[in-house]
């Protein structure tokens, strides 16, 4: 069974561009869930995408946007970056929303410059 | 809405030594708890899930406990190996997890 996959592995962007991160969810899973973990920090709920929806929003702007396929596949994507944006995106993936265990990829470690 | 809080932020243990996380939570209707072991620029690795107080699992040197207040994750006899930062996390009524900052644990020989 293959797990989370996350591309790309690491990213170097200046002030003001705009990223794509992609995430591949484990087989037999229906929702993604994104997150931004700074440096000693725990990682922050960014957004939940179920059956291709958005089910769920934390506390970060509208330049932080996503979709998720009809695969089930998903991408973050982040506009006019900022410095304060340097972290690790991970992505997770759950058989379902609401409680089910949700099961991190690799990470995309990201710094603008 | 939803906290976490663990402590201690860092332990260090000589191997064979062993010791206990806390994870202090509030709350809106739980429907699990969550812990995970990340290394360092890794993604977090599951390790159990707990929903109801009472319940306890185990793996391996891992025990984790849960109550309505907190959760524990005890490690007997660690090893170098464990050496890792412990996260715990909740879901309540909205679908995200909310984590604490984590337990950095070191493990010397």
């Known amino acids: 069974e293959t797990g989370v996959t996350q591309s790309p592995t690491h990213l170097i962007k200046t002030r003001g561009q705009q990223v794509t991160l992609r995430c591949s969810s484990q087989s037999g899973h229906n929702t993604v869930s994104w997150y931004q973990q700074a440096l000693g920090q725990g990682p922050q709920f960014i957004f939940q995408?179920?059956?291709?929806?958005?089910?769920g929003r934390g506390n970060f702007p509208p330049r932080f946007s996503g979709l998720q396929f009809p695969n089930y596949s998903s991408e973050l994507n982040v506009n006019a970056l900022e410095l304060d944006d340097s972290a690790l995106y991970l992505c997770a993936s759950s058989r379902s929303s609401g409680g089910e265990t949700q099961y991190f990829g690799p990470g995309t470690r990201l710094l603008v410059l | 809405e939803d906290q976490v809080t663990q402590s201690p932020e860092a332990l260090r243990l000589q191997e064979g030594e062993s010791s206990s996380l806390n994870c202090s939570y509030t709350v809106s209707g739980l429907r699990g708890l969550f812990w995970y072991r990340q290394d360092p620029g890794k993604g977090p690795e599951f390790l159990f899930t707990l929903y109801s107080a009472g319940e306890e699992k185990e793996k391996e040197r891992l025990k984790a406990t849960l109550t309505k207040k907190e959760s524990f994750l005890h490690i007997t006899a660690p090893k170098p190996e464990d050496s890792a930062t412990y996260l715990c996390?909740?879901?309540?009524?909205?679908?995200?997890?909310?984590f604490g900052t984590g337990t950095r644990l070191q493990v010397t020989l």
């Open positions: 995408y179920y059956r291709e929806e958005e089910n």
């Open positions: 996390a909740v879901s309540g009524t909205a679908s995200k997890l909310t």
